[in-house]
């Protein structure tokens, strides 16, 4: 139920909010670093009109599921809760803690049942997009859009116009020739998707395609993902020329950017990265903490951070895993992960397995090499 975005960034909008299960009158805090999908109706206003719906609605129809047997606690006073917060007793994200001295309204939490358990949005099969939706292949010009018959699933698109009139919306200027429509991508990505899915377009140019799956989920909640690959266009003659970054990349930074209007609910977290080629035998050599560390994370399906050589390991924390990879062997990464409680599943990668022999790790800690989950990952 929740979006990749802070509650202090502009796009968290009206998403930051309590919830409450009005069967059992508990109250759930919002994740700050992940707030709702949902807008709430009494922020935002009754009169303001969004796509999808306000989380009061989903609530009043029972599409969210609220945790069964779960901690519960009051805190009868501010200084209750203020010293809950200090030990780390209140509800979590992962592990993260979701009330925070410095989170405005903290007040409201007085007083109050709150949860511990983590609601969630029900999905029912019977919704589910069928991905093979049957489909007329004629594409209709929106200009004959009074053409379509009542009942024929019919794609319309717009022109190679409307390409370019984005291209000059993004980038002031003509980044780049023969830019597809993106009312085309979105159409066929809309028949061919399902919420979740990820669209990889292999010569993705102006990144059209990025745009339009953009452009969906912020229409229908969706959870797509993208993947666009292009080549840097460089020649002898032009030897900086960067066009996966410039224009590929740029155009999605400029859309995430954007305060124009039309494209203002857009947004995509994403990386930017560059592939190289490297041989299974210069792996331990060649690869540099932030290659590995990179590698990792895709892997574990988290998003991707940068790695910080100063420390002796890094740790990412996500609600299901915690990720730690430590470059060179070091006695903090055994107080670190000695200390780590029994719940939270931890894949600890380090390049020589061996010398962590003689350490007391957790029921849930496993701990792996490098080299070898490379290796068994990429080799073809
Ligand atoms: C026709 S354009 C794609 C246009 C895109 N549909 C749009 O709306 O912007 C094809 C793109 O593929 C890129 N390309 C060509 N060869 C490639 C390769 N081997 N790998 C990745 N990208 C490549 C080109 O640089 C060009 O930007």
Known sequence: MTVNVGYLDKRAGKGFFPIQNPETEIWYPCNPDSVWRYASRALSGENTKIKTRFMEDWIADRRIRFPPNEKVVVWSSKEELLSAIRVGDVPKSGRSPMLREELPDLDFWVGKKVGFGTPRFKRYKK??????????????????????????NAIVSGTNDEGAKVIKDVFGEKAFNYAKPVSLIRELIRQSTGLADIVLDFFAGSATTAQAVMELNAEDGGDRRFIMVSSTERTEAEPDKNLCRDVTAGRIRGLNRTDDGKYAELSAGFAYLVTREIDFSDLDYDLTPQEVWSALEAIHGLSLTVYDETLPFNAHDSDDVTLVFSDRPDERLRGYIESLGPGQSTFVYVWAPGALR???????????SVHDTLKQRFQQ
């Open 358 to 368: 003689d350490w007391t790790l957790g029921e849930a800690t496993e701990v792996r």
């Open 127 to 152: 919704d589910l997009r069928s991905p093979t939706q049957p489909l007329s292949s004629w594409i209709t010009p929106r200009s004959e859009i009074d053409t379509i018959e009542a009942g024929v």
